[in-house]
């Protein structure tokens, strides 16, 4: 059971994570921009994932390592989603199952 703490922690970050979002929403709705900086702004959620993602890939934890290859391997065949889905699921099962 998750303790209330740590559910007050989550609800914190949930909520100053989604205000980032609705800030940015209000503040550039009505801009137009350049294809290279509509492109940019495209690219964005990909490489704060990445910035997430890239410290596992010198991990010595072979959970993780299984994980992050599973992980390419959806990604290479479905949506974002899907891909996202396999790489926390792989990961956590995995951690669980190779302590």
């Keep these: 059971m998750i303790s ?4 007050q ?4 970050m ?5 205000s ?4 940015g929403y209000f503040a550039l ?3 137009s921009f350049s294809p290279r900086t509509a492109a940019v702004m495209e ?3 990909g490489c704060v994932l990445i910035s997430v993602i890239a410290p596992y890939f010198a991990s010595d ?3 993780e390592l299984i994980a992050i290859f599973l992980t390419l391997a959806a990604a290479t065949r479905c949506s974002m989603l899907v891909t996202v889905l396999v ?12 302590r």
């Design 43 to 45: 690219a964005a959620p």
């Design 9 to 12: 922690v989550f609800a914190v």
């Design 29 to 31: 709705r009505n801009r």
């Design 4 to 7: 209330w703490e740590s559910f």
């Design 61 to 63: 934890k072979p959970h």
């Design 20 to 23: 980032t979002r609705l800030a």
């Design 87 to 98: 790489g926390v699921a792989s990961s956590g099962i995995l951690g669980y199952l190779m």
């Design 14 to 18: 949930l909520a100053v994570t989604y």
